[in-house]
């Protein structure tokens, strides 16, 4: 815009150094954000495609291209079923190029722009839909080299430890653990209390939801709970955070859990993800939490397992945030069902068991300590900014005595 002016060209020389600089700084080499927050990743990519755009149309050297295109790479995977993000971390609903109205944890429009900027197949989904942005941002030549692209499956598996994104993949589900910094180089500005936590789709929709962001400074109250570990499908123990929440600092959340790199197994019909946190260790009990998610691929079956390492009797509880309707109990053909698989699963608890879904989809169950209470109740849900709603929340809470070992197993009866 400024191409002539006096001293445009130094601005510009100037920019593209910062530019290439924070980019480096501030992705992995995964191609995530260091913010531990997928919509702030969507964010930071907008901003950058700006700069790539810019470059290509001033036929100039990109200083963020490979960056970017690694960007676009992160959120094909961490996309799920039906378009939208996990919401892991903080998100606020923030685009740069609110081109064509959508919901706030759609990110799936950006995979065309990616795909047909890049000629990368990786980035077009099979059954995605091809984004109005794509011609807008790319040119009218998008299309066609988006529709020449042959479609491609995503990966089984992945892990991006940088965003502490942790994928698997069936036929039937998608499922993400979130495990890792709590990103800003350890100030944590955008990061939630959600070590461990799940996120899944099953049949291509929700199953397990992140309650998300609610709000920021205008509401503190609001902000500490959606940003506290008991808006997050994890286990609390004594009732505490697994790193304390500062009074007076709605962006800052010194990372207490100190994960170490999540064990990523995928053979065959098995698939298993291993994380672990420390937060709990600073409390007397010196609780250390394990969790080990598997995905049996022939059975359609996810079992997590949390095993809980300290020392007396310990107070725990272990909530399932739900994007579908729950009820305790399970009806005689979900239980003869569930009954026919101890066989491969082992024993399970089935009178401590709840079904989910308006037409039995999901039979919950596990196996827990005898003390174990289950409580069907409302939770707290933010589909966006500021808007807040009630959705199921399935609670164990329990006082045995550690070291525990909890097993929940989610077993798909029926399709929706």
Not at 47 to 74: K, Q
Not at 319 to 331: F, T
């Amino acid at each position: 815009a400024l191409d002539g002016a006096p001293g445009a060209r130094r601005w510009q020389a100037k920019a593209a150094r910062a530019l290439a600089t924070e980019a480096a700084r501030q992705v992995g080499s995964d191609g995530a954000h260091f913010e531990a927050s997928t919509a702030y990743h969507r964010w930071a990519l907008e901003l950058m495609l700006v700069a790539h755009l810019y470059a290509r149309g001033a036929d100039r050297l990109s200083p963020v291209a490979e960056t970017l295109h690694r960007m676009f790479i992160f959120t094909r995977n961490y996309v799920g079923p039906d378009g939208c993000e996990p919401a892991f971390g903080d998100g606020d609903d923030a685009r740069l190029y609110p081109i064509v109205p959508r919901a706030a944890r759609d990110h799936a429009y950006l995979l065309p722009v990616g795909a047909a900027l890049f000629g990368d197949p990786e980035l077009r989904a099979p059954g995605g839909d091809f984004s109005e942005e794509a011609l807008w941002l790319v040119g009218p030549r998008a299309w066609h080299d988006w529709s020449w692209l042959p479609a491609t499956a995503p990966p089984r598996s992945a892990s991006f430890p940088t965003g502490g994104v942790h994928i698997l993949r069936s036929d039937r589900w998608q499922v993400e653990l979130r495990s890792g910094s709590y990103g800003q180089k350890g100030v944590g500005g955008h990061a939630h209390n959600d070590q461990l936590a799940l996120v899944a789709w099953l049949d291509g929709q929700p199953l397990l939801v992140d309650a998300g962001t609610g709000s920021y400074a205008a509401d503190m109250v609001t902000r500490d709970r959606f940003r506290g570990t008991a808006a997050h499908s994890t286990v609390i123990i004594e009732g505490e955070e697994q790193s304390p929440i500062l009074d007076g600092r709605p962006f800052a959340l010194v990372d207490h859990g100190r994960a170490p790199r999540v064990r990523l197994e995928d053979v065959g019909h098995r698939a298993v993800l291993v994380g672990e946190h420390r937060g709990y260790e600073r409390l007397a009990a010196r609780v250390r939490h394990r969790r080990q998610v598997t995905l049996r691929r022939d059975l359609e079956v996810l079992i997590v397992e949390d095993a809980l390492s300290g020392r007396g009797k310990v107070g725990l509880e272990l909530r399932w945030h739900l994007a579908r309707p729950a009820r305790r109990g399970l009806s005689d053909e979900v239980r003869k069902r569930v009954e026919a698989l101890q066989a491969e699963l082992g024993p399970l608890d089935l009178d401590r068991a709840v079904t989910i879904g308006r037409d039995d989809e999901v039979a919950l169950v596990g196996n827990y300590p005898d003390d174990a209470q289950l409580d069907v109740i409302e939770g707290c849900f933010s589909k966006s900014y500021g808007l807040v709603e009630a959705i199921p929340l399935v609670s164990y809470t329990a006082r045995p005595i550690f070291p525990q070992i909890l097993r929940t197993v989610f077993i798909r009866i029926r399709s929706r």
